[in-house]
């Protein structure tokens, strides 16, 4: 089974450098339907049996645009638990402050996982997250038979948690790859049993230098 991550298009807090998580949302930048467009044509080649998408409002936008720009009837999924991380008292705070009044969290939550203090800030451990994620992700590859191929559209914190999961990463260590860019591919491979990564935080079709805010 072909799985293929896709991290939801920029959005106007990403370019102002801002927390969303699991409550905050705000709407994708005009730019980031043209990324979608060049997702789609990245995939156009590819079969797609289903597309699931987190509920939050930038995921699912990402995931019906992906589906409209590929011209094809895709059964298409709402699953709870690929929601981006409660992270309480930081969403819709901008970064830079942060980074100034509790540098210690920002600083674990970014590099040192192990260490984040996730009740400090009233939110969610990257062990909760990562137990809710891979459980919908095994969940939607049941449902598949381990057959076929499926997009998974998330968000960045909660992909690369997932994803590294599932990859039997250990959570000090879910950081090792980097982040994801907004609007990127990761394709994992399902067989006999376990995941296998194939390509991580592809991102060479959208034909742009990346910036700072593209990724996390």
């Known amino acids: 089974m072909e799985l293929y991550f896709v991290r939801h298009g920029k959005t106007e807090w990403n370019l102002e450098g801002k927390y969303q998580g699991g409550h905050g949302d705000s709407p994708l930048l005009p730019e980031s339907l043209h990324d979608i467009s060049l997702l789609a044509k990245r995939l156009e080649d590819t079969e797609i049996d289903h597309v699931y998408a987190s509920p939050l409002p930038r995921a699912k936008t990402t995931a019906e645009t992906l589906i409209k720009d590929l011209h094809r009837e895709i059964p298409f999924t709402v699953v709870r638990d690929l929601r981006e991380f409660d992270l309480g008292i930081m969403e819709g705070r901008k970064f830079s402050e942060l980074e100034k009044e509790i540098p210690e969290v920002i600083y674990a939550f970014r590099h040192q996982p192990s260490d984040y203090d996730y009740d400090l800030i009233r939110g969610e451990s990257f062990e909760k997250v990562a137990e809710r994620t891979t459980k919908a992700v095994q969940k939607i590859v049941d449902e598949n038979n381990g057959q076929g191929s499926i997009?998974?559209?998330?968000?960045?914190?909660?992909?690369?948690?997932?994803?590294?999961?599932?990859?039997?990463?250990?959570?000090?260590?879910?950081?090792?790859?980097?982040?994801?860019?907004?609007?990127?591919?990761?394709?994992?491979?399902?067989?006999?049993?376990?995941?296998?990564?194939?390509?991580?935080?592809?991102?060479?079709?959208?034909?742009?230098?990346l910036e700072s805010s593209d990724t996390i």
């Open 151 to 209: 997009v998974i559209v998330s968000h960045g914190a909660a992909l690369v948690t997932m994803i590294q999961s599932l990859l039997g990463t250990k959570v000090a260590d879910i950081r090792k790859n980097g982040g994801l860019s907004n609007t990127s591919l990761t394709h994992l491979r399902y067989e006999n049993g376990e995941y296998k990564l194939i390509k991580w935080n592809e991102t060479g079709y959208l034909n742009k230098k």
